[in-house]
Nanobody, 125 residues
Framework: QVQLVESGGGLVQAGASLRLSCAAS????????MGWFRQAPGKEREFVAT????????SVADSVKGRFTISRDNAKNTVYLQMNSLKSEDTAVYYC??????????????????WGQGTQVTVSS
């Protein structure tokens, strides 16, 4: 399994931007579909964004479309989530996840076998 460590979370005001990073261990990072999920207090974990192994395909949830962008650098074993125009409803713990080789535009959490510890994003209104 791959080990994942997220960073870049924090407390920001509405309208600000943040970039989350997720560093992966191991030499097989490029063989994984990667994703970002989030979980707000009292809510279920929800899909945010996903990217295929070679970055050719990406998908984001409707709730963040036009504001969030996912990307990856396979040479650096890192996946990113650029978050712009943040809203209070984006407040959550954000998790990075590594999945299999099959890409889906709307993956489930169960499609990912490795997870990071999460990073808190708090957006004040």
């Amino acid at each position: 399994q791959v080990q994942l460590v997220e960073s870049g979370g924090g407390l920001v005001q509405a309208g600000a931007s943040l970039r989350l990073s997720c560093a992966a261990s191991g030499r097989t990072f490029s063989s994984y579909v990667m994703g970002w999920f989030r979980q707000a207090p009292g809510k279920e974990r929800e899909f945010v964004a996903t990217i295929s192994r070679g970055s050719g395909r990406t998908s984001v949830a409707d709730s963040v479309k036009g504001r969030f962008t996912i990307s990856r650098d396979n040479a650096k074993n890192t996946v990113y989530l650029q978050m712009n125009s943040l809203k209070s409803e984006d407040t959550a713990v954000y998790y990075c996840a590594a999945g299999g080789i099959l890409y889906s535009d709307s993956p489930r959490a169960a499609d990912f076998g490795s997870w990071g510890q999460g990073t808190q994003v708090t957006v004040s209104s």
